[in-house]
């Protein structure tokens, strides 16, 4: 299969530069598609052609150090997103996960802004015994919790502890209902 670039869609050209080639081919496989056969043409540069080769290297660089973080392969990449390692429920809940290996830690990214997002609009932390059931969940069944407490709106006069107190027991409930 030979990759089409949108303006030859369009009727323009069916060749890309090495540029366009590798920025879809990065795109590619961060959606996980098959390798791609890619016709390439170099561009016509004014003033020499150095900084293709320059700009090309800069990005497998960049596409060799997000496929090692993939692996695995640096702790640093998780402490540098504030966790040093989940909660034993929390980790069996990501492995079980049907996405593994596909926006995981986009996804985990997102619940931990939910867990933040609901503890600012409950004006508390979450309690301990709440968090854990949370956590036992698997990370698709938190990141639904917490979007739908996040996206409930309550009375014009509910007071803080009002809607502290009608969060925690939408949490409660929802984690129960999908821990039967």
Do not use: C, H, Y
């Amino acid at each position: 299969r030979t990759a089409v670039a949108p303006a030859a869609a369009m009727g323009a050209t069916s060749e890309m530069t090495a540029e366009e080639a590798a920025a879809w081919a990065a795109m590619r496989a961060a959606f996980g598609e098959e390798d791609v056969e890619v016709k390439a043409v170099e561009p016509v540069a004014a003033g020499g052609g150095g900084e293709v080769e320059e700009e090309a290297a800069a990005l497998d660089a960049v596409q060799q150090a997000f496929d090692a973080a993939d692996a695995g392969d640096d702790p640093a990449v998780s402490v540098a997103a504030g966790r040093t390692s989940a909660p034993p429920s929390a980790t069996k809940a990501v492995k079980a996960s049907p996405i593994t290996g596909q926006g995981e830690d986009w996804l985990q990214s997102q619940v931990d802004r939910l867990v933040g997002e609901v503890q600012r609009s409950a004006g508390e932390p979450f309690g301990k015994a709440l968090l854990t059931a949370l956590w036992r969940l698997p990370l698709e069944d938190q990141n639904d919790v917490l979007l739908g407490a996040a996206g409930t709106e309550g009375g014009l006069l509910e007071s803080k502890a009002e809607r502290a107190k009608r969060l925690w027991s939408l949490i409660d409930s929802e984690i129960k209902a999908r821990t039967k």
